[in-house]
């Protein structure tokens, strides 16, 4: 008896250290350095956040990085069905007390109607990059729509895109660095969808971990997000937002 009492406590207690992993509000700050990069502008400070999905941004979150950050960038799932159209409002009034906002799509933004949700772009300022491209100081930010739904066209996004400036790649969807070659000229791409796993046991999960990946095309940045699917559970693989600095490299590292 006494097993079946300690193992309902050790469910208990892990329950609970699942709920707090899932609602945290961390910021990781990185920088990366491009020779691409201007080397008489300042750095960008990006804030980039993912996956947002049901969760509501506390205001931790927002006076951790308003004065830490230029612009801020959210590629994809800012929402999902049966989140309050109030609510999405709600994060993007926080949001824009940081800076302007970019967007891409992500799968489950689709799940709500994608023309009210336009509407509210409109209203608050919020500029979609969809398969397109759009400068900001000193880079150039190309967004491709969802490639889970197939509806990514990286091409059109690309195109016209100067390989020799700083380009940033925003896609919901980190598989699309496959589709990259070196040539290509992208020199970061942020990147969500993940939830890096969400709940890892022994450091194995049904999705990749989070993290930056050095790739032969890319250096590709991948968030585990801010918000959760299906459970507000996470395990191994806890909330975060970002903090990243942009900056001139005369060599790549």
């Known amino acids: 008896m006494w097993i079946i009492s300690v193992l309902?406590?050790?469910g208990v207690v892990l329950i609970l250290y699942m709920v707090r992993e899932a609602f945290a509000d961390r910021v990781r700050e990185l920088t990366f350095r491009f020779p691409s990069y201007p080397r008489d502008a300042s750095p960008l400070k990006v804030?980039?956040?993912?996956?947002?999905?049901?969760r509501t941004i506390s205001e931790n979150i927002i006076n951790a990085v308003k004065d830490k950050a230029d612009v801020v960038v959210i590629v994809g799932d800012l929402t999902e069905?049966?989140?309050?159209?109030?609510?999405?409002?709600?994060?993007?009034?926080?949001?824009?007390?940081?800076?302007p906002i970019f967007f891409v799509w992500g799968n489950n933004d689709y799940e709500v109607d994608p023309v009210r949700l336009?509407?509210?772009?409109?209203?608050k300022g919020v500029r979609e990059i969809v398969n397109g491209r759009e400068d900001f100081g000193a880079v150039t930010f190309i967004g491709v729509d969802?490639?889970?739904?197939?509806r990514a066209d990286?091409?059109?996004?690309?195109?016209?895109?100067?390989?020799?400036?700083c380009n940033i790649l925003l896609s919901h969807d980190p598989s699309l660095s496959a589709d990259l070659v070196s040539t290509d000229g992208i020199d970061l791409m942020l990147s969500g969808h993940t939830h890096g796993g969400q709940i890892r046991l022994f450091g194995?999960?049904?999705?990749?971990?989070?993290?930056?990946?050095?790739?032969?095309?890319?250096?590709?940045?991948?968030?585990?997000?801010?918000?959760?699917?299906?459970?507000?559970?996470?395990?191994?693989?806890?909330a975060e937002t970002h903090v990243v600095t942009i900056a001139h490299s005369p060599e790549e590292e």
Do not use: C
């Open 8 to 10: 309902l406590v050790i």
């Open 47 to 54: 804030f980039f956040l993912s996956d947002i999905h049901k």
């Open 81 to 99: 069905g049966g989140v309050p159209l109030s609510r999405v409002e709600k994060n993007l009034d926080s949001l824009t007390a940081i800076g």
């Open 118 to 123: 336009k509407a509210l772009f409109q209203k």
């Open 146 to 150: 969802d490639g889970t739904l197939e």
């Open 154 to 165: 990286l091409p059109r996004a690309m195109s016209g895109i100067d390989p020799a400036s």
């Open 204 to 238: 194995w999960g049904l999705y990749p971990k989070s993290g930056v990946d050095r790739l032969p095309a890319v250096t590709r940045m991948t968030s585990a997000g801010y918000g959760t699917s299906l459970l507000p559970l996470r395990l191994g693989a806890k």
